[in-house]
Nanobody, 115 residues
């Protein structure tokens, strides 16, 4: 059973940056397209970005394109999300998972952006 542990969230002012990490256990990490998702209070969980198994291809939601960068280190079984130019609308709990949501969801990491 793969476990997902997100970290790196926090409180930041608008315009600031954060780097999220997702540590995974299990040997299947390198086989999957992995993604970041987020859930704001009172809203459904939404897709943020994904990256192919090799790391050679990425895709972003329009709302974060040009500000966020997804990356992965397959040797460390770790997924990253660099978030720049943060906006209050980015406030949410951020989760990682395979693009299809194949794994059990972790606890997420809270990102709060103040105006």
């Amino acid at each position: 059973q793969v476990q997902l542990v997100e970290s790196g969230g926090g409180l930041v002012q608008a315009g600031g940056s954060l780097r999220l990490s997702c540590a995974t256990s299990g040997r299947t990490f390198t086989s999957y397209t992995m993604g970041w998702f987020r859930q704001a209070p009172g809203k459904d969980r939404e897709f943020v970005a994904h990256i192919s198994s090799s790391g050679g291809s990425t895709y972003y939601a329009d709302s974060v394109k040009g500000r966020f960068t997804i990356s992965r280190d397959n040797a460390k079984n770790t997924l990253y999300l660099q978030m720049n130019s943060l906006k209050p609308d980015d406030t949410a709990v951020y989760y990682c998972n395979s693009r299809a949501g194949s794994y059990s969801w972790g606890q997420g990491t809270q990102v709060t952006v103040s105006s």
